[in-house]
């Protein structure tokens, strides 16, 4: 099993940044193999994705764009979500999840090629 617990939500302003962090733990001896994900649920729609990174390779959400950046550190079994010019429509809760068999940065927005995920973390962005 592998645990991810978010942390870096909160309450920010139009054009204002956050960064999100996302730990793991249990069998994580293989992180570095791990597709990385960022997915998000604005209340009253669909979980969607974000943004995911396996290997070197990045893949995002057109609607975050040039704004946000998704960065894995394995030494530390962290993924980031750094992220930039908030919108409203930013307001979520956002989810990080583990891939622990995707191999292609082609299948990282496919919310069902990940195995775990996190308990979410709340961004709130005001106008």
């Known amino acids: 099993q592998v645990q991810l617990v978010e942390s870096g939500g909160g309450l920010m302003q139009a054009g204002g940044s956050l960064r999100l962090s996302c730990v793991a733990s249990?069998?994580?001896?293989?992180?570095?193999?791990?597709?990385m994900g960022w997915f998000r649920q604005a209340p009253g729609k669909e979980r969607e994705f974000v943004a995911g990174?396996?290997?070197?390779?990045?893949n995002y959400a057109d609607s975050v764009k040039g704004r946000f950046t998704i960065s894995k550190d394995n030494a530390k079994n962290t993924v980031y979500l750094q992220m930039n010019s908030l919108k409203p429509e930013d307001t979520a809760v956002y989810y990080c999840?583990?891939?622990?068999?995707?191999?292609?940065?082609?299948?990282?927005?496919?919310?069902?090629?990940?195995?775990?995920w996190g308990q979410g973390t709340q961004v709130t962005v005001s106008s």
């Open positions: 999840a583990a891939g622990t068999t995707l191999r292609s940065d082609y299948e990282l927005n496919h919310l069902g090629r990940y195995d775990y």
């Open positions: 249990g069998r994580t001896f293989s992180f570095s193999t791990f597709a």
């Open positions: 990174i396996i290997w070197s390779r990045t």
